[in-house]
């Protein structure tokens, strides 16, 4: 194994680390909520959810933040350049496969790895060794089994 030394980023990746641990002891600290982000969308979707008092209203705010974090992004520095190689239709299977894992797992990485794991929980470490070792068998196949 070789490392691109241009593309091998440390002090970003340990400030995207940082935040994303702000957030999440944020989300706890101020709400009582934990942040796995299939659970907040998946709320959102769910019918009445729009009916409970104030339980729409966060997870609005939260949705909205990811989504224009790009945006704010982009006034400070260049947004990197974005390609996804690979079969349009294989990229959409693999995306409903996740999506139907979560929901499987009660849970996303960032529930279960981030958040479960700094209250260790039994059940989030499960998951997230589950999470990881489907993963390494996903690269796997695709590398080496695969043409």
């Known amino acids: 194994m070789t490392i691109v030394w241009n593309e091998f980023t440390p002090l970003p990746s340990l400030a995207g680390g940082v935040l994303i641990g702000l957030s999440a002891a944020a989300m706890v600290v101020l709400l009582g909520r934990v942040t796995g982000i ?3 969308i998946g709320a959102l979707l769910q019918r009445g959810s729009w009916q409970q008092p104030g339980g729409w209203t966060w997870r609005l705010a939260f949705l909205l ?5 790009p945006w704010l992004w982009q006034l400070a520095a260049p947004l990197p350049a974005i390609s996804i190689p690979g079969n349009p239709l294989l990229i959409g299977a693999a995306g409903l496969l996740v999506g139907f894992g979560t929901r499987l797992g009660s849970g996303c990485t960032s529930g279960h790895g981030v958040c479960g794991l700094s209250r260790l929980s039994p059940r989030s470490l499960a998951a ?20």
């Not at 999470?131 to 089994?145: C, D, E, N, P, Q």
């Open 38 to 40: 299939s659970g907040i």
């Open 65 to 69: 933040g990811l989504l224009a974090a």
């Open 128 to 147: 997230t060794l589950t999470f990881m070792a489907s993963g390494a068998l996903t690269v796997f196949v695709i590398r080496h089994v695969l043409p």
